[in-house]
């Protein structure tokens, strides 16, 4: 038999359920005993120098990772101190000491020890922090301009390369931290940072390192999401009337991203970031749809200011979302249960904006369409979560519910006695459906141990 | 793995690189540059990574820089170099196309206007750094006095960049006026 190219590599729960499964395989004589020795001795060789070198749990690793970040912003505050008496040479040297010493560190840990994680991850959170320091000093001593969106980006392109380079998880969150700063700083597409990362997301994808995965894409997304509003939705924009439609737009190849990537029975909140943050965009968009006032895309680019990379950049990505939610459905629609057509039709606005464009419909056309859809939709999410026995579900048609109803109770000139009425009518309303879930899930579950 | 640290030595090459190439620049412009001296106020604000320093609020920001070209905001210009009676630098147009000739320039970004009455422009010379105990005394060796007309920044200008050399008042480096006038 040939092992050569059998080394793969698995997690512990992998190699877990591969331990229980080939134990039943075996009392069901589909192999024996000495078969089940050399499959599980297959992966075991595999995770073998993996295990035995990783010293340390990701617990260590994390407040090793703590560690460096406080020494690397000690060093940043010590720098910015300003050693005014050390003159230009001295300060010059000062600045350029912890680059080389972290760059020193990175090169040990990869020459003479790379399989210690907690080296690599220090070194690499440290290297992180000189580099900054090395610009801020320099500039500081040598008084060289520059706003905080250019030294931003110089002290990420100079550090990128580390994610990859040293692996480091640490460094990954705080690039995606330094990305997420720019996109709410300025204007400009930064987000097309993260493409950077994508193949290294996708190799944690690949490798199951779900935990990281998942919190690398809730700031990515959260980051896209910010970059994109803030670049298109305000007043000289030419894009401003485009705005509510592109992030809608956006919510649903979110959600699409996360059934497409997971599979579509994955529905946790935390560990399905696109569909958990695209659920969040169109419950929202679609509320903001129920009002009038909007402004509907009639004038596509407005002559206050020109169309910039920025705007080039926020089409290409809502052409993107569109091709693929579109995508999305037309391939798997027949597996859909009833929340996923929910979440989904709201890509009917869309597309009823794009139509709405070249046809001029009137603002009620959308006004009453997004408060039937929230109303419907709401109802439907209820029933499933009830029949599916899921809370979440519930909870979430009655929040999307709720929040139509207070909206539509702003809208007009309702005495106040009437508005506290119908708070405390909702808020009874949902202590009391999720008592009686409990209850009902109680009595479901020993309904079924007897 | 080989190549992993090949990648990882032209990392190090490159981090060390850039802010040398900044020092060098920056040395280059103070050397070789021509003079001009701004009139400035300077104020004390704080930069999380960059430490203390004092904004320096020029006259050439407060009045608008004519320009026969329609210019959007935000967009990089070439703002052209001249000196008003008293010998300080003031701007005297604004172009989008580099100046051949030897006609110094500054290359800087276009705040509010419109061609009529001119552009507002960002100065982008607008940091002089200092410690933690330096700087709130430059700030108040400046607004004790009435005027600040005799506060200024000496800038150096080379091929379309400037560097800040000096912050002086009443003709002394800022740090020796400072020392010379006790300023707590």
Known sequence: MNFKNSRKTVSPDQLKWLESESELWKEDGLIQQDTRDKLLDRYQKAETPQATNQNYSWGNILLISLGSLLIGGGVILLLAHNWESFGKGARTFLSFLPLVLAQGLCWYGIQRKPNSIALRESSAVLLFFAVAACIALISQTYHIYGELERFLVVWLLLTLPVVYLLRSATVLMLISGIILWLCCLEREPYWLFYVALTPYLYKLYQRQSRLLLHWSLWIALFSLTISVVYGSSYYTSPLDNWAIYITLAMGCAFYALGYWLFGLEHDKFWSNAPTSLGILIIGFISLMFTWYGRTLPYDLWQVESPMGFNEYSILTLFVGTLVFTALFIARRYTQFSVSHWVALSSFAFVLLGLVGFFFRFNESVFVILSNLYILIGSVLLMFQGINRNKLMLLNGGLVWFSLLVLFRFFDSDIPFMYKGIIFIVIGSAFIATNIWFKKKQQAKSIGGEA | ?184
Request: charged share 30%; net charge negative.
């Open chain 2, 1 to 184: 793995m080989k190549t992993s640290k090949l990648l990882l030595l032209i990392l190090c090459v490159v981090q060390l690189a850039v802010p040398g190439y900044m020092i060098y620049e920056q040395n280059q412009i103070l050397s070789e540059g021509k003079v001009y001296k701004f009139k400035t106020q300077p104020i004390d604000p704080y930069d999380p990574f960059r430490g203390r320093y004092v904004t320096l609020t020029y006259k050439v920001n407060a009045e608008p820089v004519p320009s026969e070209e329609d210019l959007r905001r935000g967009e990089w210009v070439y703002a052209l170099l001249g000196k008003d009676e008293a010998g300080f630098a003031i701007f005297t147009n604004l172009v989008t196309e580099k100046p051949v000739s030897d006609q110094n320039h500054i290359k800087l970004k276009v705040g509010w206007g419109g061609s009529e009455g001119g552009y507002y422009v960002e100065v982008p010379f607008n940091r002089y750094y200092a410690s933690e105990d330096t700087a709130p005394k430059i700030e108040r060796a400046v607004w004790r006095r009435e005027t600040v007309d005799d506060v200024y920044a000496e800038i150096r200008v080379l091929d379309g960049k400037a560097a800040l050399k000096e912050l002086y008042v009443d003709e002394l480096p800022i740090r020796e006026f400072i020392k010379k006038n006790g300023v707590n």
